[in-house]
């Protein structure tokens, strides 16, 4: 071979590797692309509450439950209590709806949801009730326990002696509102299980006329009194979303999370559902949905019982009418009792 075709044939290999090395670094890039992009594994979905039951208040049978005798803050829905030791008032003559309840300084400094009362302000109990079921004002519940009783703390030893008669072993009252004690400790507050909420749930539907208050969606208060209202909004998102809800109380702090006691009556059926501790409103609300479609599945229609099942009377005009509730989703499979029902993930088809 000649010097000039060695030198031809020495530039085309050149050309060819440099060709190849083109062709290559795609490849190549695409490869590494793909192994620096690979997806990282799922956060922990984290459980949709601490504690839960479900109850069916004809007869107080436990439909299912879980974690449902763990201690934890109820939050508002302390103020459940609040509102039967202020009926056993009522029915015992000591005070009646109409009584004036003159809000003090202590009343007026409570903080937290309120309906900023002021100090020499006057109000009947029914009044105040209604905003301690609809707007959670913990001012309002301060004012009520020196209305029933001679003060603070012997309102709350008469909650704790009512807990006591209800078999609500697991439950210490230290507070007529539910917030937070000063330590932020949790064993230095209010604490109760969901077992012992339902137990006080079922006591007031059975006993008192709570559900005309917990069924209302819009109300004033200082209508009459004050030349600037307050437009209170029922915290209980089930309202008018979930078909027959009509109760019974919210809660939240940050160490409580989110809680509710709702309850629902349908077809002659009554259920009392109670979680505490769920990390967000949304989480705990579509949850409570979802076992009311699926426990009143499971239930016959009109049932006989010698229990009485209460349903709430109709709640008066408001400035902003509720729209009618929806009609029930679909139901799913009934697993055994006591267990974790076969529930749809997405829960009922409804948005808050």
């Known amino acids: 071979m000649s010097d000039s075709s060695a030198h031809r044939f020495s530039c085309i290999l050149a050309m060819l590797a440099l060709f190849a090395s083109l062709v290559a670094f795609p490849a190549r890039a695409a490869a590494q692309s793909r192994t620096k992009t690979t997806r990282a594994p799922a956060a922990a979905v984290p459980p949709a509450y601490k504690g839960a039951i479900v109850m069916n208040a004809a007869g107080g049978q436990v439909l299912f439950e879980d974690n449902a005798d763990s201690a934890a803050p109820p939050a508002s829905i302390t103020k459940l209590m609040t509102f039967l030791v202020v009926h056993d008032a009522i029915k015992a003559g000591r005070i009646n709806p109409d009584t004036p309840v003159a809000v003090t300084s202590e009343d007026a400094r409570i903080g937290g949801t309120r309906v900023r009362l002021k100090q020499g302000e006057v109000f009947t109990?029914?009044?105040?009730?209604?905003?301690?079921?609809?707007?959670?004002?913990?001012?309002?519940?301060?004012?009520?326990?020196?209305?029933?009783?001679?003060?603070?703390?012997?309102?709350?030893?008469?909650?704790?002696?009512?807990?006591?008669?209800?078999?609500?072993?697991?439950?210490?009252?230290?507070?007529?509102?539910?917030?937070?004690?000063?330590?932020?400790?949790?064993?230095?507050?209010?604490?109760?299980?969901?077992?012992?909420?339902?137990?006080?749930?079922?006591?007031?539907?059975?006993?008192?006329?709570?559900?005309?208050?917990?069924?209302?969606?819009?109300?004033?208060?200082?209508?009459?009194?004050?030349?600037?209202?307050?437009?209170?909004?029922?915290?209980?998102?089930?309202?008018?979303?979930?078909?027959?809800?009509?109760?019974?109380?919210?809660?939240?702090?940050?160490?409580?999370?989110?809680?509710?006691?709702?309850?629902?009556?349908?077809?002659g059926n009554r259920l009392i559902i109670v979680t505490l501790g769920s990390p967000d409103s949304k989480t705990r609300d579509l949850k409570i949905a979802a076992l009311f479609e699926h426990y009143f599945a499971e239930l016959p229609s009109s049932p006989i019982s010698a229990a009485p099942v209460t349903a709430a009377p109709p709640p008066p005009s408001s400035p902003r009418p509720a729209a009618p509730p929806p009609s029930a989703p679909g139901n799913s499979t009934a697993p055994p009792p006591r267990s974790e029902p076969a529930l749809n993930p997405d829960g009922p088809d409804i948005r808050f």
Do not use: W
């Not at 519940?141 to 002696?161: C, D, I, T």
């Not at 807990?163 to 697991?170: F, I, R, V, W």
């Not at 004050?226 to 009509?246: S, T």
């Not at 109380?249 to 006691?261: D, H, I, Q, V």
């Open 125 to 267: 109990v029914d009044e105040l009730l209604h905003a301690l079921m609809i707007q959670s004002a913990n001012d309002c519940a301060h004012a009520l326990a020196h209305a029933a009783a001679s003060g603070r703390e012997e309102f709350v030893a008469l909650m704790n002696a009512r807990a006591q008669s209800l078999g609500m072993k697991n439950t210490t009252f230290r507070t007529p509102h539910g917030l937070p004690p000063p330590s932020r400790r949790d064993a230095d507050g209010d604490l109760t299980t969901p077992r012992d909420i339902a137990l006080l749930s079922l006591a007031l539907i059975r006993e008192t006329d709570i559900l005309k208050y917990t069924s209302i969606r819009l109300r004033e208060f200082g209508a009459r009194t004050r030349p600037d209202p307050v437009m209170m909004k029922n915290h209980n998102n089930l309202l008018a979303k979930i078909a027959g809800v009509d109760g019974l109380k919210t809660g939240f702090t940050r160490n409580a999370g989110y809680c509710l006691a709702a309850t629902a009556h349908r077809d």
